[in-house]
């Protein structure tokens, strides 16, 4: 069973810092990996979506790259804003099409 | 172009009674998952529908919980005889046809069982 691990569970940056958030993953037998915002009390806002071929997306000052022989994702976060605060989960996708989430990384940036 | 709409955002319901959640997916999206986040935790898939199928019920509990993605109308997750257990937040995401796809996911219908 596909297990998703995110670290650190907590992270709390100075305004304007790079930052760089952390996914592993057990079964590398994956379709696709994205990564979402989700701000207390709202939905999943989906950030970037990278494809079992790709080994990156880039969106603005977000870039996430995908390891997966190694089961790894990171999400880089250049020049962070306190708007950036938020919790931030990392999804595979497995062959049944539904999601298996890491239990997030709560950022908070600080002005 | 509406994004995943879900009703009601709040749902308050005393135990024993039946919650009845609705999805409406992005406009010529054909799959609907259901997924919850119970406090503290992360989402867990619960359910996986095309219309009128259910196509993966995995992560549905065997008792008292249903989905329905009918031909017309929303996709409906039905709890019934709720309990305390059951109070969490269930966001519903659609996909377009030839998945596995981008999910995009609605701002979920935070459930309250008294």
């Known amino acids: 069973k596909q297990e998703v691990t995110q670290i650190p569970a907590a992270l709390s940056v100075p305004e304007g810092e790079n930052l760089v958030l952390n996914c592993s993953f057990t079964?590398?037998?994956?379709?696709?990996l994205q990564w979402f915002r989700q701000d207390p009390g709202k939905g999943l806002t989906s950030l970037l979506l990278?494809?079992?071929?790709?080994r990156e997306q880039t969106s603005g000052r977000l870039n996430a790259s995908l390891d997966k022989s190694s089961g790894r994702s990171t999400l880089y976060i250049a020049a962070s804003q306190p708007g950036d605060s938020a919790t931030y989960l990392c999804a595979v996708c497995g062959g049944a099409n539904n999601l298996f989430f890491g239990t997030g990384t709560r950022l908070t940036v600080i002005p | 172009n509406a994004g995943v709409m879900q009703n009601p955002r709040h749902l308050v319901r005393r135990r024993g009674q039946e919650a009845r959640l609705r999805c409406s997916p992005v406009?010529?999206?054909?799959?609907v998952y259901w997924y919850r986040q119970l406090p503290e935790e992360g989402l867990k898939f619960m359910v996986y529908?095309?219309?009128?199928?259910?196509?993966?019920e995995s992560g549905m509990p065997k008792e008292r919980f249903s989905a329905e993605f009918p031909k017309e109308g929303p996709s409906i997750l039905r709890i019934q005889q709720v309990v305390r257990g059951d109070s969490a937040a269930y966001f519903c995401a659609s996909s377009p046809p030839l998945g596995p796809n981008e999910q995009f996911f609605g701002p979920g219908t935070r459930l309250t069982v008294l």
């Open positions: 529908l095309q219309k009128e199928n259910i196509i993966d």
């Open positions: 406009k010529g999206h054909s799959h």
């Open positions: 079964d590398s037998a994956i379709y696709n």
């Open positions: 990278i494809q079992s071929s790709q």
